[in-house]
């Protein structure tokens, strides 16, 4: 007999399931660099926002906890011989970590910057126009390889042996490869070209010191290989060679000789210069060198593919009129339309595919590049988003995506999309972990995590956890600052002057005439794209007293730290030697003071093949990197491991007086305490700092040179709200001790102090390119003939 069942009994709770209790990421004992034994509670499938001043642990936590460990695990999943080519990652400094899920990190690394490397080749598009042209183009000339910049046409033949039904026979064979690659510059769209009267004055012989290159000194060995090679009368002008002897002097292939009894290799001196100056970092070199090489060397659009990189045969295939080189050329926001309006139901797959990634340009804000644009050039924000394009047509759920300080280089008009983007990967149900400083960022936060209180040994510690009203109330220095609000400056500073720039054509400039005003405080500002940085790094050209600090990354090796990159350890070295009579390269590392067991690095490498190398501190030297002999030598009561273990504050101090005054070592330290950097140890490795600190460890050492103009390019990237305060400082104690400030900035504190304001647009690409507004932050919040004017009045309160 059925049981009756009561209709208004309540329904039986389903049990949870198992799987659905991993809802968590469990950060259990962080130690990683500068974090103090953390453990903090991420919810999954939300979006958690990570603060704190700059150099406090988020990056630490975020990029080389979280994430590092997540794609350590996913290495281990692939075969032993998959693992021997890939990155190996050592194990991150944490007792545990539980509930990770796949990590996709999108960070703030400027892309590549090999010449071939273009916005199209980054983001796959090049390669879906590839096939469109060797499937729509008329004339047809080949595959997609066809039309690629980075296939050279090769061909070939000759006899290949072959063993058929046991015997061998030879048989005649050729082949050929159709590459789109334009022969002349290799795809690369410029030619360099090596201005010979730099090298050597002609009307003078060797002997007369002819040479005039830096390092090529009469009588150096450099200078005895060419007047002593035999190839040629050292007594003759050079005008007066035989083209025998001038392709000897100039062309001749590497031959090994004996001069003066010692074994050298002779060649010709244009690809000696190649390899010495020409195949290194430009920004490595000393100065002098760099200067030559500017002298030099001239970088020319290539004559034969007018800067395409493509072969004549590649630009002649066209779909109705356009080639595959116009269609790169365009900006993206027109290619998408050219490429809606294609109607063609053989590739229409390919057409939707394409489509949705140009349209992807569009909306995270970028379509004002074109595709053939070097990746090199873009900035660290555009460079970001680039990146998120892969990302945001993927069909994968359940995955932690990771972003460092996303709105860099965002007007506040384009914050509001990023946001919107951030929040659809979350409503995939995918964890998303941001790296933050900008309130407008910080809002959206399903859960914020605030590190600090205070950067380097005295942050790395959780100082609050929760919703962000929690930490507006919180009290910690990120919730007190959250809210804050600039006020714009009552009274402005009179101009000295004008800097004239007439007729600005650069990128999109539409013949742009601005006069900028010297002695003050000037803020250029606009939306992304609109030729800001066109305007100042291409009409204000760096060099006759002007000092440009840009983005671009600090290059160095972890041998590399503060001291040796600001050239502070040259006094510190020469007062160590001169207190104890001995040679000052007894006090390098990297030298003859180097601990020999460890080559001066602190730590020994022990290479375990596939699986990650374990970095041991160095027994002999205890990780103090120099010799036992060396650390018996003081100075002030200190060694030379004791002086590279301070802060920037204490040694400030020490240097400052006392037996170890030193005046050359005070200086630097005292710019490195004024850009707010009197928390870092002088020893700690270049490639543990973080962006921030690094932009403004380059401000630092900028300011001893001997400039009038400073032109900064967003000093307020990765600085936390209350360093902005501290950065506004600096600037008007530089414009006040008399110089010219210029600063590309979007951060509307620094806009509201500014005392002169260009604002480019309306728009950005061929919508911008243009002034919209030049006045005081005043005038501006006044009229708000801008969207910069709305988004300041409204931050300001006005």
């Given at each position: ?302 004559p034969d593919c007018e800067g395409t990189r493509l072969s004549a045969a590649a630009r002649s295939s066209k779909i109705g009129r356009i080639s595959i080189a116009d269609a790169c050329a365009m900006q993206i926001s027109d290619l998408a ?310 802060s920037v504050t204490e040694a400030e101090e020490f240097f400052g007086e006392g037996e170890a005054r030193t005046p050359a070592a005070h200086a630097i330290l005292t710019r490195l305490a004024d850009v707010g950097l009197g928390y870092l ?118």
């Amino acid at each position: 007999m059925a049981k009756r069942t009561d209709a208004h009994a309540p329904a039986p709770v389903p049990t949870p399931h198992d799987a659905d209790s991993h809802d968590l990421i469990r950060v259990h004992g962080a130690r990683e660099n500068n974090l103090k034994d953390i453990s903090v509670d991420i919810p999954k499938r939300r979006l958690t926002v990570f603060t704190g001043v700059s150099g406090s642990g988020k990056s630490s936590l975020v990029f080389d906890t979280i994430a590092a460990e997540s794609q350590r695990l996913i290495n281990e999943t692939y075969s032993a011989f998959v693992q021997g080519f890939m990155p190996t990652l050592a194990r991150p400094d944490v007792d545990v970590l539980e509930g990770l899920t796949t990590a996709i990190i999108v960070d703030q690394q400027r892309m590549g910057a090999d010449p071939r490397s273009t916005v199209g080749t980054a983001t796959d598009a090049n390669a879906m126009l590839r096939i469109l042209f060797s499937r729509l183009g008329k004339p047809h000339i080949g595959s997609p390889k066809a039309y690629s910049f980075n296939v050279p046409s090769i061909s070939g033949a000759g006899a290949v042996t072959v063993e058929r039904a046991g015997k061998t026979v030879k048989e005649r064979r050729s082949f050929s490869i159709t590459g789109g690659m334009c022969p002349r510059c290799e795809g690369r769209g410029a030619v360099t070209d090596i201005d010979l009267t730099q090298l050597f004055d002609d009307t003078k012989s060797l002997a007369e010191g002819a040479l005039t290159i830096p390092g090529y000194t009469p009588g150096g060995w450099n200078y005895r290989l060419y007047s002593e090679s035999g190839f040629y009368d050292p007594d003759k002008s050079i005008r007066k060679y035989t083209k025998k002897e001038l392709h000897d002097f100039l062309h001749r292939e590497p031959v090994r000789m004996k001069i003066a009894g010692i074994n050298m290799t002779y060649e010709g001196l244009i690809p000696r210069i190649q390899k010495s100056y020409l195949a290194k970092d430009k920004e490595a070199l000393q100065p002098h060198i760099r200067a030559f090489v500017d002298r030099a060397v001239t970088f020319t659009v290539c004559p034969d593919c007018e800067g395409t990189r493509l072969s004549a045969a590649a630009r002649s295939s066209k779909i109705g009129r356009i080639s595959i080189a116009d269609a790169c050329a365009m900006q993206i926001s027109d290619l998408a339309e050219w490429v809606r309006g294609l109607d063609e139901p053989s590739v229409a797959p390919l057409l939707t595919s394409l489509q949705d990634t140009l349209d992807s340009f569009v909306e995270i804000g970028l379509g004002y590049l074109s595709l053939d644009r070097p990746s090199g050039t873009l900035s660290g924000g555009e460079a970001q988003r680039v990146k998120m394009i892969r990302h945001l047509g993927s069909s994968l759920t359940d995955v932690t995506y990771v972003f460092d300080e996303p709105t860099i280089g965002l007007h506040p008009h384009d914050i509001q999309r990023m946001n919107d983007l951030l929040l659809r990967l979350r409503d995939k149900g995918n964890t998303v972990l941001v790296v933050e400083h900008k309130p407008e960022a910080i809002a959206i936060a399903d859960h914020v995590v605030d590190l600090g209180p205070g950067a380097g040994t005295g942050g790395g510690t959780i100082c609050f956890e929760g919703t962000v009203e929690g930490l507006r109330a919180g009290g910690t220095i990120t919730g007190r600052h959250l809210d804050d609000r600039a006020s714009v400056k009552e009274t402005v500073r009179t101009p000295t002057g004008a800097l004239e720039i007439r007729g600005a054509t650069t990128h999109n400039l539409r013949d742009v005439d601005v006069n900028i005003p010297l002695g003050v405080l000037v803020v250029v500002t606009g939306v992304a794209g609109s030729g800001k940085s066109s305007l100042v790094h291409g009409s204000i050209p760096s060099g006759d007293g002007v000092v440009s600090i840009d983005q671009g990354a600090i290059r160095g090796s972890r041998r590399s730290n503060p001291a040796t990159y600001t050239g502070l350890l040259d006094p510190i070295r020469k007062a160590f030697a001169k207190a104890n009579g001995v040679k000052p390269a007894l006090f390098s590392a990297n030298s003859e003071g180097a601990c020999p067991t460890c080559n001066g690095a602190g730590v020994v490498y022990t290479d375990l093949a596939m699986m990650a190398g374990v970095a041991s501190v160095c027994e002999d030297c205890e990780g103090k990197r120099f010799q036992a002999s060396v650390l018996e030598y003081h100075l002030g009561g200190r060694d030379i491991s004791e002086v590279l273990a301070m802060s920037v504050t204490e040694a400030e101090e020490f240097f400052g007086e006392g037996e170890a005054r030193t005046p050359a070592a005070h200086a630097i330290l005292t710019r490195l305490a004024d850009v707010g950097l009197g928390y870092l140890s002088l020893g700690q490795p270049l490639t543990t700092l973080s962006g921030g600190e690094r932009q403004r460890l380059k401000l630092a050492t900028h300011m001893a040179d001997k400039g009038g103009v400073y032109v900064l390019d967003e000093p307020t990237t990765g600085l936390h709200l209350a360093d902005v305060e501290q950065l506004l400082g600096l600037l008007d104690r530089l414009v006040d001790s008399g110089k010219s400030v210029i600063v590309v900035e979007h951060h509307q504190a620094v806009m509201a102090h500014a005392d002169w304001i260009i604002d480019l647009g309306p728009g950005a690409g061929h919508d911008g390119g243009r002034i919209v507004f030049e006045g005081t932050p005043a005038d501006l919040v006044a009229k708000r003939p801008t969207l910069t004017g709305e988004h300041l009045a409204a931050y300001v309160g006005g």
